[in-house]
C-alpha cells in the first residue's frame, strides 16, 4: 500500500531503548496540543494530549513534555517495540477551532 | 465500537472529473474536520463543521472544493473538475467540541489520472 511520509525525518533506535521525539510549535497563545501516531494506509491515532495549564503528561509507556518557553513539545517512547514504528505528528490548537499538524518524524524501531 | 467511517477507501479518476468523498463521523460526535495529506507531507487543514455553525472554510484550496453535512451526521467533500495535484489522501476526523482529541478515519485515497 501507499506509504505515508517517504522523505520525512526518520528517527532510529533500536529495540527496548527510549525514544525522543521531538515538535516546534508556531503560536505561543495555542492552548491544546495532541501527539498522533500513524501507520502506513491508517489515519492518525490518537496517543497522548495536554493543556497548556500543565508541563508534563504520562500515559502508558509515553510521556508528553510541554516548554511554552520555546515553544516546544516532545514525545517520549520507554522501552521502544517494533510496533512503535510509525510516522508521529503534533498538532496545536490554534486561536481559532483548527489544529495545526506538524510535518512529521518517522520513528524506525531496528531490532 | 464504530469509529469515523469514509469511502470509497481509494478513488481512481480521469483528470476534469469531479468526485465526491463520505465521512461518517462518531455518533454524537459535533465537530468534523477534513484534511489533505500529500504523500510524505503533514496534514493540511481543509474544512471544519461544528454543530449548526457555520462551517470554518478558511483551508479549502480552491473554489473547485466544497463540502457539506447534515446536523451532526454525514459530510461528503466535493471535489469538482479534478486536477493531478489534487492526488492525495483525504483525511476525515472528528471530535466532542473541538478541545478534544479528534479521531480519525483511514482516507480515502485519490488518485487523478
Known amino acids: 500500500g501507499e506509504s505515508v511520509g517517504l522523505h520525512l525525518p526518520t528517527l532510529s533506535v533500536q529495540e527496548g531503548d527510549n525514544s525522543i521525539i521531538n515538535c516546534a510549535y508556531s503560536?505561543?497563545?495555542?492552548?491544546?496540543f495532541i501527539w498522533y501516531k500513524q501507520e502506513s494506509g491508517k489515519g492518525p491515532q490518537f496517543i497522548i494530549d495536554i493543556r497548556s495549564n500543565m508541563d508534563k503528561r504520562q500515559g502508558q509507556r509515553v510521556t508528553v513534555l510541554l516548554n511554552k518557553t520555546v515553544k516546544h513539545l516532545s514525545l517520549q517512547i520507554a522501552a521502544t517495540q517494533p510496533g512503535d514504528s510509525a510516522v508521529y505528528f503534533c498538532a496545536e490548537k490554534d486561536y481559532g477551532q483548527n489544529f495545526v499538524f506538524g510535518p512529521g518524524t518517522r520513528l524506525s524501531v531496528l531490532p | 465500537g464504530a469509529g469515523v467511517s469514509q469511502s470509497p477507501s481509494n478513488k481512481v479518476t480521469e483528470k476534469g472529473k469531479d468526485v465526491e468523498l463520505r465521512c461518517d463521523p462518531i455518533?454524537?460526535?459535533?465537530?468534523l474536520y477534513w484534511y489533505r495529506q500529500r504523500l510524505g507531507q503533514g496534514l493540511e487543514f481543509l474544512i471544519y463543521?461544528?454543530?449548526?455553525?457555520?462551517?470554518?472554510k478558511s483551508g479549502l484550496p480552491s473554489d473547485r472544493f466544497s463540502a457539506e453535512r447534515t446536523g451532526e451526521s454525514v459530510s461528503t467533500l466535493t471535489i469538482q473538475r479534478t486536477q493531478q495535484e489534487d492526488s492525495a489522501v483525504y483525511l476525515c476526523?472528528?471530535?466532542?467540541?473541538?478541545?478534544?482529541?479528534?479521531?480519525f478515519g483511514d482516507g480515502t485515497r485519490l488518485s487523478i489520472l
Open positions: 455518533s454524537g460526535h459535533t465537530a
Open positions: 503560536n505561543s497563545a495555542s492552548d491544546y
Open positions: 476526523a472528528s471530535s466532542l467540541p473541538s478541545s478534544q482529541p479528534q479521531h
Open positions: 463543521f461544528q454543530g449548526n455553525s457555520a462551517p470554518d
